[in-house]
């Protein structure tokens, strides 16, 4: 599987901006699904994460710090995963990574460990 993270840029503190994440492979529907971000000086952190199709449904969770602004979803018939950013701040500014984990979270989701796959990266800045 191969992940192509896109979307970053330069956005002003309160504004919004989509993040998308495009996988490759034909099983990447049942992996779960993660983002993580980066900042300078500081280590990769989790963000949020999607579980994969199962029972009509699936589950997110989120990072306390983006709780309430941040909305992960996926679209597997693009084989997507976006990140819904609203709601900047400057401690957003970050790399955000996109990760794919073939057991679906078996193994939980917040330690960068768990994920199988990872993207290259996307940088965007909340700055006036």
Do not use: H
């Amino acid at each position: 599987v191969q992940l192509q993270a896109s979307g970053g840029g330069l956005v002003q503190p309160g504004g919004s901006l989509r993040l998308s994440c495009a996988a490759s492979g034909r099983t990447s529907s049942t992996y779960g699904m993660g983002w993580f971000r980066q900042a300078p000086g500081k280590e990769r952190e989790f963000v949020a994460a999607i579980t994969a199709l199962t029972w009509r449904n699936t589950r997110t969770y989120y990072a306390d710090s983006v709780k309430g602004r941040f909305t992960i979803s996926r679209d597997n018939t693009k084989n997507t995963v976006y990140l819904q950013m609203n709601s900047l701040k400057p401690d957003d500014t970050a790399v955000y990574y996109c990760a794919a984990d073939r057991a679906n979270f078996g193994a939980g989701y917040v330690a960068a460990s768990t994920y199988d796959y990872w993207g290259q990266g996307t940088l965007f800045t909340v700055s006036s």
